[in-house]
């Protein structure tokens, strides 16, 4: 039984972990760029929902609201900042990026300060479901089942709809893009935004749960990473199955050795690099 | 006869070797033209200068009567300018029909039955990914994409090289059918039997630079240009 609640627990960790992941992965795929700022959107994400829930509006406008601010915030960035910097090596793409978290981070201390705090759960979700001896807390089954309807929705968008083919599209090549008449300066801050927008999306759905600190943005960012990697870089479903796997092996861990979670997240990164260098999904 | 594209004394760079040095040309609307030229003379910067890919430094374009120098290649192609590159560029992941898909623009005069009405074998393999076409169905996907943009004027650069002489046909024929629809063509070709089976004028082109000029009949007739110009074995 206990076995059957970690595993639960695990898949709705890795349901976030994969809404923090794909967008990283979706923009690395996109733009070859790689943007250690992406924790720092999930930090964000979490804060303004706990702002906004501080101010008495409630979370189901919250979350939606902070994911659209994270990702106007995102797409300003790469607008202004980012996109000038895409042709430089990636040595570049880290050091700009690694200051515009620590810029973030050091802007949600000085506005929230430096302590953290928690938020409420949303009334119509508080309590627990009871079957018999499973107990489980009805937030944790609904942000379960959200982020599997919107990865399925997001699958769907991306595979299934022209807007989808676009973005794929444009992932192989830019230049032709262009000679068929898109704007692809427009299409990549869009997809920037989109995707930052997820990683804020997922602090959001996060902060309930884990509540805010200020640092909980480069504990997401090293989880992206290893999710991305195990996944396969610019893989949708890769980004998926490495979500889950992490999420699972991070929550069977916590009870069978609990030190060693973290650890464990990292060996599984290590022995994917090692016998499958492109990752469980990847193609570059 | 007005014309669809005409350029006058475009100079292009990369970095700071002076390309394309002083290109004028025109094509009227429903005419082929093509540009010929040794390997390296600069026929693929001059397609590249047109569209926008490598902006020219100098000199003016025009598209329909349009000036557009100077502009980035997604605007001059939504104003009915379609490049289709040496390379193809077509999208290997995507389906057949995902890459007609997302190159249809509305306004445009061919719709998808169009296209599959000219270009059968892509009808037959639109749910194939672009990856698993052959040489000659990726230029036949290459030249709908391009036509779904809906271009006044369209740039081939190359589309027969290193294809089998039974594709080659089926692709002048296409090549004709587009011309008959009233798009005008400025065609790349080394393929001496090719162009002068398609095209109305040449244009010679060597180190940068406009060399020769003629109708395909003068074209035709006069073997010391080709000699002089193209070589022994273009
Ligand atoms: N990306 C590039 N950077 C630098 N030089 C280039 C580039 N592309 C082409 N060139 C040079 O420009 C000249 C013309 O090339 P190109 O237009 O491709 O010729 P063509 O298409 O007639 O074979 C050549 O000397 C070639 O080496
Ligand atoms: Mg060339």
Not at chain 1, 276 to 282: D, I
Not at chain 2, 148 to 173: F, H, S, T, W
Not at chain 2, 184 to 193: C, D, G, P, R
Not at chain 2, 221 to 226: E, G, I, L, N, Y
Request: some cysteine.
């Amino acid at each position: 039984m206990i076995y059957l609640f970690q595993v639960l627990n695990g898949i709705g960790l890795g349901m976030l972990y994969f809404l923090l992941a794909v967008g990283l992965s979706i923009i690395f795929g996109l733009l070859q760029f790689v943007n250690f700022a992406h924790g720092a959107f999930y930090l964000l994400g979490a804060y303004l929902t706990y702002d906004l829930v501080e101010r008495d509006i409630s979370f189901w406008v919250a979350m939606p609201a902070a994911a659209v601010i994270v990702a106007l915030v995102a797409g300003l960035t790469e607008a202004s900042l980012l996109r000038r910097i895409y042709k430089l090596p990636h040595t570049f793409h880290i050091l700009v990026t690694v200051g515009l978290a620590l810029v973030i981070q050091e802007f949600v201390i000085v506005v929230w300060g430096p302590l953290g705090g928690s938020v409420a759960t949303p009334k119509s979700l508080a309590g627990v479901l009871i079957i018999g001896d499973f107990i489980y807390p009805y937030y944790r089954i609904f942000a379960i089942c959200f982020t599997a309807v919107l990865a399925f929705v997001l699958y769907w968008a991306l595979e299934r709809t022209r807007l989808g083919a676009i973005v794929r599209a444009g992932s192989e090549s830019t230049e032709t893009m262009a000679l068929l008449g898109y704007d692809t300066l427009r299409i990549n801050t869009a997809v920037f935004a989109f995707g930052a927008g997820l990683a804020g999306l997922a602090g959001a759905l996060a902060a309930p749960i884990r509540g805010v600190e200020p640092f909980m943005g480069v504990e997401a960012l090293s989880v992206a990473f290893v999710v991305v990697v195990i996944g396969g870089m610019g893989s949708y479903v890769g980004a998926l199955a490495a979500g889950l796997l992490v999420g699972v092996i991070q929550s069977l861990m916590a009870t069978i050795w609990p030190e060693g979670a973290r650890l464990m997240i990292y060996v599984a990164m290590a022995f994917v690099i090692v016998t499958m260098p492109r990752g469980l999904f990847g193609r570059v | 006869m007005s014309e669809a594209l005409r350029i006058e004394d475009i100079h292009s760079y990369y970095g700071k070797s002076h390309i394309i040095q002083g290109v004028s040309l025109k094509v009227e609307e429903g005419e082929i033209v093509t540009l010929l030229g040794r390997n390296g003379a600069g026929k693929t910067s001059t397609l590249k200068s047109i569209s926008g890919l490598l902006p020219p430094k100098r000199g003016h374009v025009w598209i329909s009567g349009e000036e557009t120098t100077g502009w980035p290649a997604y605007r001059t192609a939504q104003n009915g300018l379609a490049l289709v590159p040496e390379h193809r560029g077509i999208f290997g992941l995507l389906t057949v029909e995902e890459n007609l898909r997302i190159s249809q623009r509305r306004g445009a005069q061919w719709s998808l039955a169009d296209i599959y009405q000219i270009f059968p074998r892509l009808q037959e393999r639109r749910k194939n990914s672009g990856g698993q076409l052959s040489g000659g169905e990726q230029q036949m996907l290459a030249i709908a994409r391009a036509l779904l943009g809906g271009p006044k004027v369209l740039m081939l650069d190359e589309p027969v090289e290193g294809l089998a002489p039974i594709i080659v046909e089926e692709i002048v024929a296409q090549i004709k059918k587009v011309r008959d629809a009233g798009v005008s063509i400025l065609l790349v070709e080394q393929n001496l039997a090719v162009c002068a089976e398609l095209a109305d004028r040449h244009y010679i082109i060597e180190l940068g630079k406009v060399v020769h000029h003629a109708t395909s009949a003068e074209f035709i007739a006069d073997h010391t240009v080709r000699d002089r110009y193209l070589g022994v074995d273009a």
